[in-house]
């Protein structure tokens, strides 16, 4: 687990990789309740909407930045506050990445603040966040 | 500028939706933690809420016959707009402390702010919406605003 005391502003947390499939998009959004065709119907996505395919779920991805942040910090501390955007769409085929860097350490407030980043295979940050965590 | 937006649309900032009051079950967050891939046991058995998991729990549950032929349900919050194809755009969200289960929260929404831009694809509208997170009791939850798009 992290210690606020062993953290300087450059480290990096571990990513990972994520290429959700049909199955996957399906059950999301179920769990919401989120019947947008651009998730399921291909013709629609692509001849309607104009996307290369269907379209991965927008707060799929941000749940995956946050999960970066809470996949590292453990039981050592929570989260305190968490934003992202959407900037571009991704679509159910890609393989896309996730990774953090730590911006600014604060030992007084035992707080740090993290940039985080979803890549897509073109190296482009489809959807950056910020996170800040507070350490027990 | 097109200026899409009127008067009569942003006379709109400031509404304030009906209260929505919900329960939190383990069997829900269990199913929203699969869906998200979560790796971190206490999502997955259900015992705390992932950090996105108020989204899920907080979607409008529409009939049918209120979606729009994209799928699309129409968030009563928001006025008629000149725009109407929906894009994904970001949250910005403070907790307060966790979402477990057995937990009956309520959420205020406001629409707080509504307003154009030009993108480079065409105009888009953007707005924004403050939801208010407590439990039954009054304790905070999660404050959010969330921006959506429109082209």
């Not at chain 1, 606020?4 to 309740?33: E, K, M």
């Not at chain 1, 050592?76 to 896309?96: C, D, M, P, Q, W």
């Not at chain 2, 928001?78 to 910005?92: C, D, H, T, V, Y």
Request: net charge negative.
């Amino acid at each position: 687990m992290p210690n606020i005391t062993s953290l300087t502003a450059g480290d990096t947390l571990p990513g990972r990789s994520y290429r959700p499939d049909n199955v996957q998009l399906f059950l999301y959004n179920a769990a919401l309740w989120n019947a947008h065709r651009i998730h399921y119907d291909h013709p629609y996505a692509t001849g309607v909407e104009g996307y290369p395919g269907l379209v991965i779920a927008g707060p799929m991805i941000g749940e995956w930045l946050a999960q970066c942040v809470v996949g590292w910090l453990g039981e050592a501390g929570r989260l305190v506050s968490f934003e992202y955007s959407n900037r571009k769409a991704a679509i159910i085929g890609e393989t896309l990445r996730s990774g953090g860097t730590i911006t600014a350490v604060h030992p007084e407030l035992r707080e740090a603040t993290i940039d985080l980043f979803i890549w897509n295979e073109s190296d482009e940050v489809i959807a950056p966040g910020t996170a800040i965590v507070r350490f027990d | 500028m097109t200026a899409l937006l009127g008067a009569e649309h942003l006379a709109n900032i400031g509404r304030q939706a009906a209260l929505k009051r919900e329960v939190v079950t383990r069997r829900d967050i269990r199913k929203y933690s699969v869906a998200t891939g979560q790796t971190l046991r206490k999502y997955l058995d259900g015992d705390e809420a992932p950090p996105l998991y108020h989204v899920a729990l907080f979607w409008d549950v529409v009939e049918l016959d209120q979606l729009t032929p994209d799928g699309v349900s129409i968030d009563s919050l928001i006025p008629r707009l000149p725009l109407e194809r929906a894009m994904a755009g970001g949250l910005k969200i403070e907790y307060h402390r966790p979402i477990r289960p057995g937990d009956v929260l309520v959420a205020r929404r406001t629409l707080t702010n509504l307003y154009e831009k030009q993108g480079s694809k065409g105009p888009l509208i953007f707005y924004e919406v403050v939801m208010k997170v407590e439990t039954e009791t009054g304790e905070p939850v999660i404050t959010e605003k969330t921006t959506r798009l429109l082209r």
